[in-house]
């Protein structure tokens, strides 16, 4: 597949709202073994992008580069933690776009990952600013974007996880593709899609796709980052402004009425907080594995942990249910 399913729905966005396909669609749908009573799929993002690169931050690329380019930019300014895996896909794939990344880095938990993913941010040819705090990178926002404006243009300022209006269309995208699977019998119509939950765009997303599609499947959001409003509220009013985008280019379509509860969001998962494993998501990547599913502690596996509990006392019902595995790890 290499046009958008959105295109394809409303062609009169084909002009206004520019896309560019990074990945080879669609994932894969596969029932996977939890040792639950629920029936649980997979829907594996984790291969999705190219030059080793998949997850979640592609989906958002495909739509925030051409934007990009759209507007004339010629830098994205953004921002994450020290272990930013979207930094480092947005500097890749910018760069390969003839579009240059800056990044301003909070601090998170150290370990291995993060220590490594710093040498390939310094590798990616991104400009890095460490400004330690959310607090120092609110203020230094100003700065920031005059020290990347080039002549008079200025950069495109996109929040943490690319998790704007445009950028949650990548999981519009993903649902309206998630629709197309149960149409062609790959899997039941889901009651609940599982996901994690660090910056709300790919549940923002999830919740506008998949009422566009015509599916009654909730989104239920594990929240695994404690620096942002995360709430359902929250993600509702992402996904709203997100439909407002379509709207505004040209996209004609009956009023869908997204409400909160097309969202369950949870938080008893984070831990001690944004990048800290807990012994019950190491207890899940190791069940994630058994079952063939490559999960990393401090997003996904959060999740799985979440699901498994939550089935455990049978609060998503009787199924069927899909885990959205949105990790996507950088291979040699």
Known sequence: MTDSLLHERFPELTETLPFL???????????????????????????????????NKIRKLEWLLPEARRRGARTIVT??????????????????????????????P?????REQLLRL??????????????????????????????????????????SPIGALGYVEAALELADQVTAGALPEPTHLVTAVGS??????????????????????????????????????????AEGVLRSRGAHYAPLGLHSDDVTIVRDWIGPGYGHKTPAAVAAQKLGAAAGLELEPVYTAKALAALTDLDARSEL??????????YGPRRP
């Not at 990178?137 to 243009?153: K, V």
Request: with cysteine; net charge positive; hydrophobic share 40%.
């Open 122 to 163: 310094k590798a990616s040819g991104a400009t890095l600013h460490f400004t330690h705090t959310k607090r120092r990178t609110i203020l230094s926002a100003p700065w920031l974007m005059l020290r990347h404006t080039r002549g008079r243009t200025l950069p495109y300022l996109l929040p943490a996880g690319g998790s």
């Open 79 to 108: 921002v994450g933690g020290t272990g930013t895996n979207w930094g480092l896909a947005t500097a890749l794939y910018a760069r390969e776009h003839g579009i240059h990344t800056a990044l301003a880095l909070v601090d998170q």
């Open 110 to 114: 150290e370990d291995d990952h993060v």
């Open 21 to 55: 396909r990074l990945g080879v669609a669609p994932t894969p749908v596969k029932e996977v073994d939890l040792n639950t009573w629920i029936r649980v799929w997979c829907k594996d993002e984790s291969g999705y992008g190219s030059g080793g690169w998949g997850g």
């Open 200 to 241: 709300g765009g790919t549940a923002a997303g999830l919740v506008l796709g998949l009422r566009l599609a015509g599916l009654r499947t909730r989104v239920l959001g594990v929240v695994v980052n404690d620096t942002l409003p995360l709430d359902a509220e929250h993600i509702i009013g992402l996904a709203a402004r």
């Open 317 to 326: 019902g009787d199924g069927p249910i899909v885990f959205l595995n949105t």
